[in-house]
């Protein structure tokens, strides 16, 4: 989008963040836990740590695939690393987001408990590229 660009036509660093909350919904979605799901379970999955490499500018004209992998998992916590490329198979931007499980009103829940499922999926996934 034209407005996610700055005054030079390159992506503003801050739509990384963006992008990579997309790329995560969608990974949940296709693995069968879209967002909804899990707040109609009563799990949140909030944001406690963000880390981002720019590796290439990005512009208005470029098209970004972005890959998806789990990083790490311990029931509570999960790590999700990000591989941003343009349409020429360039790398943009690494990225790694951290979260952590609650329940509605913040306190820490275990997912292995809460939805054992997502948990075990997590786990297997952990690591997989």
Known sequence: MYYETDMMGLTHHSNY???M?????DFLEK???PYEKLEG?????PVIGIECRFKE???FADVLEI????DDFHGARLAVSYEMRNQRGDIICTARSEHC???KSGKP????RACPELGEKLAEMMGVG
Request: aromatic share 10%; hydrophobic share 50%.
């Open 17 to 19: 963040v963006r992008f």
């Open 21 to 25: 909350e997309e790329a995560r919904v």
């Open 31 to 33: 693995i069968g836990f």
């Open 41 to 45: 379970l009563g799990i949140m999955s």
């Open 57 to 59: 500018p990005s512009t």
């Open 67 to 70: 890959d998806v992998k789990v």
């Open 101 to 103: 499980f609650t329940d």
């Open 109 to 112: 829940v275990r997912l292995m």
